[in-house]
């Protein structure tokens, strides 16, 4: 019966390979029946997009233009830049989960999103390295730090994503690890590190997910333009790969004709400056470019047109049903958060985590009450109605709302702030609230103000045309801000209830001067500090000393001189706060403190790398918080590793919540309150001090001056690698996460101690809940080099499984390894190597630094494997990461 079934299943199978063949041929077949009967400017106008769409329409083949849209947190329309659907967890909060489920969950939510908004084509994902907690776009990195993380997770997701009758774009094509000066940047890698390290993700794509279009970025990587790079794009993504898609560039990102034409970019997108006849007819004229080549481009691209069936049916914007989206933002949610320190636990429990829901807890930071937010830029995201703020969040699971109070003092937020008319003074027994404000229609102050009343306060939305205080939202269309003819004063005063320190926020869209008690104590330009695709414009922060119960008085001054974008989270207008750093003296009476920080679409996104240390001077206010109360239990919000040092010690819980969406107020009090049990690993390493970072040699700062250059000299030992090869400890290693009960390993057996090259080594191992609360280990498994004969880092990630486990419960975990798990890239040779006679450790455990159990293998005989027939990941593992149309919906 066995016998039987196996050959049906092969039957099966051969079936299946021949229809796909089959369809396949049919796509040929249509694409050449098109091709062969365009005219060269019905080519040339297939190659570049000036109208709005991704794939321009051919209207004498009847053939529609298609659309895209960003992002991997959320849906935007492009014609609108609104937010469509569901706002979801960043992709970095999808790498935390460990979970390939996980990935093709959240794939099939956005790519049915996608397809319900009208749109053909999902911007996503992204797949660049984290490697430096600095860069502005880690948020958007499914891959954290490591590669092989990536390599699994990014076709899981994408799988998903096209099997909802989309296309998935993968981004960006390559070495775009930083944001600073990205159009200019020479990035510097050799090709070694490309191969084991920056290209492994885009690789499994290709080869584990087919992956319909990559999108080359601004970059220049070893002297050639990433859009203009035959070595990249020609011969290895499309050449050694096999790549069937086509290669699109970013938004305007191509700066050549010729190079980008040669070097095989497909699709200039979206103005089409540079694949026009008038540019491109002059090359084929003279010979530099053959007719071959743009021939090629157009097939690529009508490939993915008739492949999706897009030739004959294109989408409609529909309404949307939710629920999908809502359930897959709260589940990527809940495993995403990383539960990095909980004092006094044993064995898992008993820590300061979870909390009662009868304690009495202190909030304290705006990111509580705000809406979940999200990074500047394409992967920023609005919540719809129905999403849930972290206060809300703990307020709705506490026994009683009362549990919860919210510390207004702290709250760094222009709408609540507080403000006072210069009439008050300090012997005043009631002061009224409010600002004097004048209006100028101009932008030096000059002449009589246009007009002149009081203002709740400093809340501009030159969008909404509001000025939204805690009093009320203001109509403010008599105001008429238009840049280039618009100024503003304001004075008033304001009154610390706490003496210390106090924080001043100033967010401008235009050049801001701030005095207290006459004395200028801030200044801004308001110059953006990137105009490469939108304005970002930053805020200016100062810190004064003040005494509680004292009036200062405070004038503001501003102009607005210049349009900013606002649809990818940038100005809206003109907003001022201010807050105390120092705690209220009641805070030791609270059972608990939480403290949210972090960064929001003000200080991290696109176009601009930010500062290790946590803004708005966050780590001062930690530090007295965690002293004053040492059941402080801080909730980290960004892309990446921020500073802990030094009030980590202090402080008694820490988690690191990314970007989690729309219901992550919901997934954090749950983990809180011990509904849910954290199972989310670090997919980055968090650095004691920035200057422990294999990059920073390289990149100190988020900013490189006049230099263009950027060398990737930390080579193969990046992220938790580099760490193996310094003295330098990380503060929590890559890998690494805490849970509400314990695991322990044992009984590691391996299926065979030789590494071959058509063979797989199962490595079989036991993983025991140990504690008393249900939960999920990531078993992590590490290749570990003994003596290699080419530098290596000292163990690297080549395998994971993501385990449930009932407490007490043990459960046999099989990690798959094939040859290619034991190699590395041979550039003479263009090939991955295993050497002779080459010894390996087998390492398991539950993160990069704690790794128990150990099994000893090696080689008898040279491999190479090449760069064509190799794939990253062992075959039951490129099983897993396949979507089957049964899924879809």
Not at 412 to 424: D, E, G, H, R
Request: aromatic content about 10%; proline content about 5%; hydrophobic content about 35%.
């Amino acid at each position: 019966m066995m016998e039987l079934s196996r050959r049906w299943l092969s039957i099966g199978l051969l079936l299946g390979a021949s229809m796909a063949a089959n369809a396949d041929q049919s796509v040929e077949d249509q694409v050449s029946k098109v091709l062969d009967n365009m005219t060269q400017s019905e080519k040339i106008d297939y190659i570049h997009v000036s109208d709005g769409h991704l794939l321009p329409p051919v209207e004498r083949f009847n053939l529609p233009g298609t659309n895209s849209v960003d992002s991997a947190m959320g849906i935007k329309v492009k014609a609108t830049r609104l937010m469509y659907g569901t706002s979801f967890p960043a992709q970095i909060a999808l790498a935390a989960t460990w979970n390939i489920e996980r990935a093709k969950q959240l794939g099939l939510a956005l790519g049915f999103e996608t397809r319900m908004s009208g749109a053909e084509h999902f911007l996503s994902p992204g797949v660049n390295m984290v490697r430096t907690p600095m860069g502005g776009r880690n948020a958007e990195s499914l891959c954290g730090e490591d590669p092989f993380l990536c390599s699994v997770l990014a076709p899981a997701f994408t799988n998903a994503v096209q099997v909802q009758g989309v296309t998935s774009t993968a981004k960006h094509w390559l070495g775009n690890e930083q944001e600073v000066k990205r159009k200019k940047l020479n990035v510097k890698i050799d090709h070694r590190t490309e191969h084991e390290i920056y290209m492994l993700p885009f690789e499994s794509l290709v080869k584990n997910a087919d992956v319909a279009s990559i999108m080359c970025g601004f970059n220049t990587i070893n002297s050639n333009h990433s859009c203009a790079s035959t070595y990249l794009t020609n011969d290895i993504l499309k050449g050694e790969w096999g790549f069937h898609g086509f290669v699109s560039s970013d938004y305007n990102s191509i700066n050549s004709t010729y190079k980008a034409a040669i070097g095989g970019t497909d699709l200039d997108q979206p103005s089409g400056y540079y694949f026009t006849e008038e540019k491109l007819t002059p090359y084929l004229e003279d010979g530099s470019l053959s007719q071959s080549v743009i021939d090629n481009k157009v097939r690529r691209n009508l490939r993915a047109l008739f492949k999706n069936g897009f030739n004959q049916t294109v989408y409609d914007a529909q309404s949307l049903n939710q629920d999908k989206g809502e359930e897959a933002s709260i589940d990527v949610a809940r495993e995403s958060i990383v539960l990095l320190k909980n004092n006094g636990a044993t064995n898992g429990a008993g820590g300061l985590l979870p909390l009662s829901k009868d304690a009495k807890i202190a909030v304290i930071g705006d990111m509580a009450q705000n809406a979940p937010s999200s990074p500047f830029g394409t992967a920023y995201s609005v919540p719809q109605a129905g999403y849930v703020t972290e206060l809300t969040g703990l307020r709705q699971l506490s026994n009683s709302d009362a549990n919860v109070d919210f510390i207004d003092s702290m709250a760094l937020t222009p709408k609540t702030a507080q403000w006072y008319q210069n009439s008050c003074t300090n012997s005043s027994d009631e002061c009224d609230t409010g600002l004097a404000a004048e209006y100028y229609s101009n932008t030096n102050l000059s002449g009589e103000p246009f007009l002149s009343r009081t203002e709740a306060g400093i809340n501009f939305d030159w969008v909404e045309m509001i000025n939204d205080t805690a009093t009320e939202p203001r109509d403010i269309d008599d105001i008429s801000p238009n840049y280039g003819e618009f100024s503003a004063r304001f004075t008033g005063k304001i009154k610390p209830t706490i003496s210390g320190r106090q924080v001043l926020k100033v967010r401008a869209d235009g050049p801001v001067k701030v005095w207290l008690d006459g004395e200028l104590i801030l200044y801004s330009d308001g110059e953006p500090v990137a105009t490469d695709l939108m304005n970002a414009i930053p805020k200016s922060v100062k810190t004064k000393k003040l005494e509680a119960g004292k009036l200062y008085t405070v004038k503001v001054e501003y102009s607005r001189l210049r349009l900013f974008t606002s649809y990818y989270g940038g100005m809206r207008g003109l907003q001022i706060s201010w807050a105390s750093l120092e705690p209220p003296s009641d805070l030791s009476d609270y059972d608990a403190v939480i403290a949210l920080v972090g960064r929001d679409y003000e200080t991290e996104g696109e176009t601009l790398d930010h500062d290790y240390t946590l803004p708005d001077q966050q780590g001062y206010m930690l530090e007295q918080v965690t002293q004053a109360n040492p059941n402080t239990i801080v909730v980290m919000h960004g892309g990446s590793a921020m500073l802990m040092q030094p009030w980590i010690d202090d402080a008694g819980a820490a988690l690191h919540a990314w970007f989690s969406g729309q219901l992550g107020g919901q997934a954090l009090a749950e983990i809180i309150y011990g509904d849910v049990n954290p199972s989310a690993r670090l997919p980055v390493t968090i650095d004691q001090w920035l200057s422990y970072n294999p990059s920073y040699d390289s990149y100190p700062q988020p900013d490189i001056g006049s230099s263009t250059m950027m060398e990737y000299s930390e080579g193969i030992n990046m992220g938790y690698r580099g760490y193996q090869a310094s003295d330098n400890a990380p503060l929590f290693p890559f890998g690494y996460g805490l849970s509400y009960t314990d695991f322990s390993f044992s009984n590691l057996k391996l299926s065979s101690q030789q590494v071959a090259k058509d063979d797989v080594i199962k490595a079989t191992f036991t993983v025991t809940n140990t504690g008393g609360e249900a939960g999920y280990e990531v078993a992590q498994l590490y290749v570990q080099p003994l003596n290699s004969d080419v530098s290596r880092p000292d163990h690297e990630l080549k395998g994971f499984a993501k385990v449930y486990l009932e407490a007490g419960e043990s459960k046999q975990v099989t990690i798959p390894l094939h040859a290619r798990s034991f190699a590395y890239y041979q550039e003479s040779s263009n090939s991955w190597r295993v050497p002779q006679g080459g010894a390996f450790n087998i390492l398991v455990g539950g993160d990069s630094v704690h790794l128990p159990l150990s099994k000893n293998v090696s080689a008898s005989e040279e491999i190479l494997l090449t760069t064509s027939g190799s794939n990253p990941l062992p075959q039951a593992v490129q099983n897993a990461v396949q979507v089957s149309e049964q899924h879809a919906y």
